[in-house]
């Protein structure tokens, strides 16, 4: 007899009542191929999917469920709706056309009308269907006269005992790969749950996760519906529920706990690493005398925001703790973080140790490296520079005590050492792993260290990225600064858009032109940097337009740079390579190219290298393709110029990966977690593990 809908029977046992699997010996971690029905040809589709050991089935999360409680009668459809029906096909066919296209049909009928389903160009299909399958078909109603459907999802019924696994209930629909049709999947899914999900254990039996309380949702007629609280499953029968909810809630429930877990798994990392370093590790005096700072700001030439007061008190604290300064420093763009860390520099050369600040390109560093020594050499503070190209340190590589070194990646090659290193300052954190960070600091002694971001981060990206750091927030911005004008406009608005570049160079002022790529590529019509320079140069004639990207040698690099700081050069025509770290207050108007090329932060970091002077600064984003969609998003950057509103916006509409890059970025490859949707979890993931640790339930020790 079957299993009630919803049930999942006896573990040892299939559908019909018989043993699931010969092998009692089976686990988890058993190849998929212990289960009835996966030969060698299966075997190598699963594979495809990443499915090689039974846990990696049962993991296999379902993308959607529908409801085949509640099967549509064909005469009773109605224009546009979205919906299943179930009947047996009358006829099939392929019409082809003269021009080489194609379509295939087939009609089905349930006794009340019958639907006609078209695939285009897919001729192939018609070996998959025959008169008189039992053919259950999903999708939208495209016509009514006669009642149509455009490549709809279709699934064969067998009839018998799967009726229960594959009708009259909801009904889970998998990633899948060709050759592997839902209705095996969902059969070897359905055997490995029966036979495998009570062997799933709990993670972290000393933490209540299956006592946590979350608000499940479900999707309903295109709307979510949130529902009350409910307590999360445990462990296993999430498993169940994931794959087999009774009701779609149950499923997302499921969910939720299998993404605390991930989140758990990620909150002890972190803070296990914050606990060892408070455990072990005794903090360098840093906090300094003032006898340079008392120097030093005077000479500043602005007055302090008060959350830059508020933040050099919390850096000063630190440094005068007992533990290791670790601090994430946001700020928007113009918020005056490089202020910041030079200020923090000086209080641990004060205290006689040395600093090493590391950016993410030579570009950066070289900016960098002039606006710390402009603000230091008057102390008498020497500030090198270290990259690739540009070694100005001793011969040894040895850089002696109580100076500032500015640089690349090259600061954490083997060969460069650093005397007395007291703070570590990292800018752009978010192009940096946390390994490379931990490279830096190895350089001394447990050093204090700073990040910087001036791309604003989500508070759940936060406690995922940076959960080990103290944060510290620049949310003021200096008097003086104009806010930007941003417009969107396509590519047959350029002629007006050239005519204004040229009338604010007319009034000696300078601007950028960025494009997404250094070269174009064959696949498609996205503009490029080095195609685009001489049309630019014709277009501007007779001001000054430079070329600026990254696979320039470095001396032109900063030739390029240094001409257009000076105002020799009136427009810079570039890659994202001026993202970050490039202040030319002269600068008032940015036309960026390709615009839905780029992620909103992105866009408005590069936004951010105007408007740092005394003029109205326009940004002007061409959207090339008109897409209602990418035009929509591209809007968001109109309406505001809050750098968290808009880091917000990116991570629902791009997803971490995208927003930070997840290769430099550390973020984890999430089975059930979502970033965009999470942020409940993750703070109770966080808190969870916080007061685990503190009562001692849960081991500082891996």
């Given at each position: 007899m079957a299993a009630p809908v919803g049930v999942v029977q006896n573990p040892a046992?299939?559908?019909?009542?018989?043993?699931?699997?010969?092998?009692?010996?089976?686990?988890?971690?058993?190849?998929?191929?212990?289960?009835?029905?996966?030969?060698?040809?299966?075997?190598?589709m699963l594979e495809r999917l990443g499915i090689r050991s039974v846990r990696d089935l049962l993991f296999h999360a379902p993308r959607r469920f529908e409801d085949r409680r509640?099967?549509?009668?064909?005469?009773?459809?109605?224009?546009?709706?979205?919906?299943?029906?179930?009947?047996?096909?009358?006829?099939?066919?392929?019409?082809?056309?003269?021009?080489?296209?194609?379509?295939?049909?087939?009609?089905v009928d349930d006794g009340t009308s019958r639907l006609h389903c078209r695939w285009w160009n897919l001729p192939f299909l018609e070996r998959m269907y025959s008169v008189g399958d039992d053919l259950l078909v999903c999708g939208r109603v495209k016509a009514l006269k006669p009642r149509t459907m455009d490549h709809p999802e279709t699934e064969k019924i067998v009839s018998g005992e799967e009726e229960t696994l594959h009708v009259n209930r909801w009904v889970p629909v998998y990633p899948s790969t060709e050759g592997l049709t839902q209705r095996i999947?969902?059969?070897?899914?359905?055997?490995?749950?029966?036979?495998?999900?009570?062997?799933?254990?709990e993670p972290h039996p000393e933490l209540p996760l299956s006592k946590m309380q979350v608000r499940p949702a479900v999707e309903l007629g295109g709307d979510q519906l949130t529902l009350e609280s409910r307590s999360l499953p445990e462990r296993s029968?999430?498993?169940?529920?994931?794959?087999?909810?009774?009701?779609?809630?149950?499923?997302?429930?499921?969910?939720?706990?299998?993404?605390?877990?991930?989140?758990v798994d990620l909150q002890l990392v972190i803070q296990r690493r914050r606990r060892r370093l408070e455990a072990n590790a005794k903090a360098l005096p840093c906090s300094g005398d003032n006898r340079w700072m008392r120097q030093f700001l005077p000479r500043v030439g602005f007055p302090l925001t008060g959350?830059?007061?508020?933040?050099?008190?919390?850096?000063r604290s630190d440094l005068g703790g007992s533990v290791p300064m670790r601090r994430l420093l946001q700020g928007d763009v113009g918020s005056g973080k490089t202020f910041v860390a030079v200020a923090a520099s000086i209080m641990v050369l004060e205290s006689g140790f040395s600093v090493a600040v590391m950016a993410p390109t030579e570009i950066l560093a070289e900016q960098l490296h002039a606006n710390f020594r402009r603000w230091l050499a008057p102390l008498g503070i020497e500030v090198s520079l270290h990259t690739g190209s540009r070694k100005s340190t001793q011969e040894t590589g040895v850089a002696k005590r109580q100076r500032v070194v500015v640089g690349t990646h090259a600061l954490i090659e083997d060969g460069f050492q650093i005397q007395d290193l007291g703070l570590v300052v990292i800018d752009e954190q978010h192009r940096f792993g946390v390994v490379q960070r931990e490279r830096l600091l190895r350089k001394g002694s447990y050093p204090h260290l700073l990040v910087m971001t001036a791309t604003p981060i989500p508070r759940t990206l936060g406690l995922t990225l940076y959960g080990d750091l103290d944060v510290s927030l620049l949310?003021?911005?200096?008097?003086?600064?104009?806010?930007?004008?941003?417009?969107?406009?396509?590519?047959?608005?350029?002629?007006?858009?050239?005519?204004?570049?040229?009338?604010?160079?007319?009034?000696?002022?300078?601007?950028?032109?960025?494009?997404?790529?250094?070269?174009?590529?064959?696949?498609?019509?996205v503009r490029a940097v080095t195609g685009e320079f001489e049309r630019i140069q014709e277009e501007m004639?007779?001001?000054?337009?430079?070329?600026?990207?990254?696979?320039?040698?470095?001396?032109?690099?900063?030739?390029?740079?240094?001409?257009?700081?000076?105002?020799v050069l009136d427009l810079l025509v570039a890659t994202t390579v001026v993202e970050v770290g490039v202040d030319v207050p002269n600068a008032t108007v940015m036309v960026?190219?390709?615009?839905?090329?780029?992620?909103?932060?992105?866009?408005?970091?590069?936004?951010?290298?105007?408007?740092?002077?005394?003029y109205a600064s326009h940004c002007i984003l061409i959207s090339s393709r008109g897409n209602p969609e990418a035009d929509s998003r591209l809007r968001v950057l109109e309406r505001t110029s809050d750098g968290f509103e808009i880091a917000e916006a990116d991570l629902v509409l791009r997803g971490p990966g995208d927003l930070v890059g997840r290769q430099q970025s550390g973020v984890p490859d999430f089975r059930f977690g979502n970033l965009r949707r999470d942020r409940a979890l993750v703070e109770m993931a966080r808190d969870l593990v916080r007061n685990g640790l503190d009562s001692g339930l849960v081991s500082t020790s891996p």
């Open positions: 046992m299939d559908l019909n009542g018989t043993p699931a699997f010969p092998d009692s010996s089976a686990s988890l971690e058993s190849p998929v191929s212990v289960l009835k029905g996966v030969g060698v040809e299966r075997l190598q509640r099967v549509a009668r064909i005469r009773e459809l109605e224009l546009g709706e979205t919906v299943t029906v179930r009947g047996r096909v009358l006829t099939l066919g392929v019409t082809r056309y003269r021009s080489g296209k194609s379509v295939f049909q087939l009609v999947l969902r059969a070897l899914t359905w055997q490995a749950v029966g036979a495998f999900a009570h062997l799933v254990v029968r999430a498993i169940q529920r994931l794959h087999f909810p009774e009701e779609p809630w149950q499923a997302d429930l499921a969910r939720q706990r299998l993404a605390l877990d991930e989140f959350a830059q007061q508020r933040v050099l008190s919390e850096i949310d003021e911005l200096p008097g003086g600064r104009r806010r930007i004008k941003t417009y969107l406009r396509t590519r047959e608005a350029l002629p007006k858009v050239w005519a204004f570049v040229r009338r604010e160079l007319e009034q000696s002022r300078q601007g950028y032109v960025v494009y997404p790529r250094i070269e174009a590529g064959e696949a498609d019509d004639r007779p001001f000054r337009v430079g070329l600026l990207h990254g696979q320039l040698p470095a001396e032109h690099k900063e030739t390029v740079m240094n001409e257009f700081r000076a105002g960026i190219e390709d615009a839905e090329q780029f992620g909103l932060a992105q866009l408005h970091q590069l936004r951010g290298r105007i408007g740092r002077g005394a």
